[in-house]
């Protein structure tokens, strides 16, 4: 059983191109899912962030899937070395989910990019906390967090060169049918309605983002061994399949 896959994305007015990015690795009857943002300062960002998003899923299939969180972790800090020389100015949010062929997933994540629970209604329970100053002492609200001026200061990150300290959200977590991965521009800036009207296309409401807005939906495909992707907006997707 995989899951399908949805990357919905729109480009924002902070930058020339659009800097979240998504890819999409297969392997067997393992995944992983990557959702990254890069940072709207130091030119390199955007780049930084299509090129990791694509070392990601391809070192997953080279490695013919991972099993552990604590595998992704340590691939995330050796691509911290390679793009250091590169990409030296560059920085970005990121979370990958791992699938790891069972009836389990774990997510790691740095920065403001989320992991999320779609439930009745299309209510979102968000499962992952963003590292940012508003929340670094305590936890607020998810209201408060977004109207809150320090969330645009990052407190973890990945930056080319440095160790990444990734956070794990708890699991092995249970497989559930329908899940989100959010950059800030979605989860932060667009409210529960123009989040429905970004994901389902309700009609009547206008989003015209200041920040690039993505989000990958995943849905259980009980009938089919096959992951469908569907994409909608730019072309920042990358997919690779074993």
Known sequence: MVYSAKWITQKGKLTQENRDYCAVALCGNKAIYVVVDGSTKGSQSGVLACEYSKALADQFVINAGFDTAAQLSALVNALSDKFKTIYPEGRLSFLVLLDAGNAAFYA???????????????????????????????????????????????????????????????????????LIIATDGYWADLDTEKQA??????????????????????????NTSDCCISIEGDDNFYLIKK
């Open 108 to 178: 790691i994540h740095a920065g403001d990019c989320r992991l999320g629970q779609v439930g009745l209604g299309n209510k979102i329970e968000w499962l992952s906390r963003p590292h940012t100053l508003a929340n670094a002492v305590e936890d607020i609200s998810d209201e408060c967090l977004a109207k809150h001026e320090s969330r645009h200061t990052i407190t973890r990150s990945f930056r080319p060169g440095r160790i990444c300290e990734v956070e794990i959200t708890p699991g092995p977590m249970p497989r559930q049918d329908k």
């Open 197 to 222: 009207h970004f994901t389902n296309g309700v009609s009547g409401i206008q989003i015209t983002p200041l920040d690039d807005t993505s989000c990958l939906l995943l849905s259980n495909s009980p």
